[in-house]
């Protein structure tokens, strides 16, 4: 069993920024795929952004393209995101979660392991 636990959430004020942190608790999950999806109220989970094991391959979801950039530190065992010009419809529950695979995939039945989540408030 891989524990992943994110970090970095909180209350920010629309344009500003944030970095959310993702830590795993095994070093085989260094080998994987790590993403980020969020969950805003009354909504479904939503991508965010992945990346390859060796974060040579990244992907973006069209609402953050631009704006958020993922990134990992496989010594650490560790995945960021980093969230840049926030609004206020960026708030939501956000999620890391461990690949099935060694890629930067994009859909939620892709990924084995997950975390608790980490709530981001964007206020405007």
């Known amino acids: 069993q891989v524990q992943v636990v994110e970090s970095g959430g909180g209350l920010v004020q629309a344009g500003n920024s944030l970095r959310l942190s993702c830590t795993t608790s095994r070093r085989t999950s260094s080998n994987n795929g790590m993403g980020w999806f969020r969950q805003a109220p009354g909504k479904g989970r939503e991508f965010i952004a992945s990346?390859?094991?060796?974060?040579?391959?990244?992907s973006y979801s069209d609402s953050v393209k631009g704006r958020f950039a993922i990134s990992r530190d496989r010594a650490k065992n560790t995945a960021y995101l980093q969230m840049n010009s926030l609004k206020v419809e960026d708030t939501a529950v956000y999620y890391c979660a461990v690949s099935r695979s060694a890629a930067a995939t994009t859909s939620p039945e892709s990924y084995q392991y997950w975390g608790q989540g980490t709530q981001v408030t964007v206020s405007s």
């Open positions: 990346i390859g094991w060796n974060g040579g391959t990244t």
